[in-house]
């Protein structure tokens, strides 16, 4: 049984930062991509980065590039993500997600992804 396992969240003033870690168990899990979405109350889930680990090309939503940075370790099955300047409307849960084989849906939907972990509360007071 494949499990992903978050931590790292927490409370911060706006302009803070936080590292998310993500990481995934089970005998022969082996990811094509890992990612994080997040998920504010009330609204629906989204799209925060992804790391494609063949060629570690990375994918970010609009909002986050510049401030958070994706990465990982393919071999321990590990991701990150560097969170700098956060803002008010970072504030979410976030999830960390991961795919096993080639993308079959675009990267930034949610139904691409086939495992997904419990989440972690990231709160960016102002």
């Known amino acids: 049984q494949v499990q992903l396992a978050e931590s790292g969240g927490g409370s911060v003033q706006a302009g803070g930062s936080l590292r998310l870690s993500c990481v995934a168990s089970g005998r022969t899990f082996s990811s094509y991509a890992m990612g994080w979405f997040r998920q504010a109350p009330g609204k629906e889930r989204e799209f925060v980065a992804t790391?494609?680990?063949?060629?570690?090309?990375?994918y970010y939503t609009d909002s986050v590039k510049g401030r958070f940075t994706i990465s990982g370790d393919n071999a321990k099955n590990t991701v990150y993500l560097q969170m700098n300047s956060l803002k008010p409307e970072d504030t979410a849960v976030y999830y960390c997600?991961?795919?096993?084989?080639?993308?079959?849906?675009?990267?930034?939907?949610?139904?691409?992804?086939?495992?997904w972990g419990q989440g972690t509360q990231v709160t960016v007071a102002s």
């Open positions: 997600a991961a795919v096993t084989s080639d993308f079959r849906d675009s990267y930034y939907l949610a139904r691409a992804y086939n495992y």
């Open positions: 790391v494609v680990w063949s060629g570690r090309s990375t």
